[in-house]
C-alpha cells in the first residue's frame, strides 16, 4: 500500500532543538528511505514542510513510521491513500456506466 504524506509546520519548535530535529529527521529519512519504505521524499520550496510517498503493507506500518517522524509533534499531516490510475479510471467508467444504464 502507498501513501502520500504531507505535512506542514503547525506551531514552531523550540530554537535550542532546531539542529537536534533536523538531524532525527534526516536519520527518519535515511532509515526510511534504506528499508525501501520511503519511495520518495520533497521539502516544499519556501514552506516549512514537506511530502513523500510511503509504502507499508499495513497501516499499522504506517502508525509506526509516523509516529517516529521527529516533526510529527510540530505539524499538520496529510494522509492520502494512492491507488493505480488505471485501475480507479476503470472503475469510474464502470460507475458512470452503471449510472447510466437506466437512463
Do not use: H
Not at 516533526?71 to 494512492?82: D, Q
Amino acid at each position: 500500500m502507498r501513501f502520500l504524506i504531507v505535512t506542514k509546520s503547525k506551531i514552531p519548535f523550540p530554537p535550542e532543538m532546531a539542529a537536534s530535529l533536523f538531524d532525527a529527521m534526516q536519520g527518519w529519512v535515511d532509515a526510511n528511505t534504506k528499508s525501501g519504505r520511503m519511495e520518495q521524499a520533497w521539502a516544499f520550496a519556501g514552506i516549512p514542510g514537506g511530502c513523500g510517498i510511503l509504502k507499508v503493507d499495513s497501516l499499522e506500518e504506517l502508525t509506526n513510521v509516523m509516529t517516529s517522524m521527529p516533526f510529527g509533534p510540530f505539524s499538520n499531516v496529510e494522509v492520502y491513500g494512492l491507488s493505480d490510475i488505471k485501475q480507479a479510471l476503470d472503475a469510474g467508467k464502470q460507475a458512470v456506466a452503471m449510472m447510466t444504464k437506466g437512463a
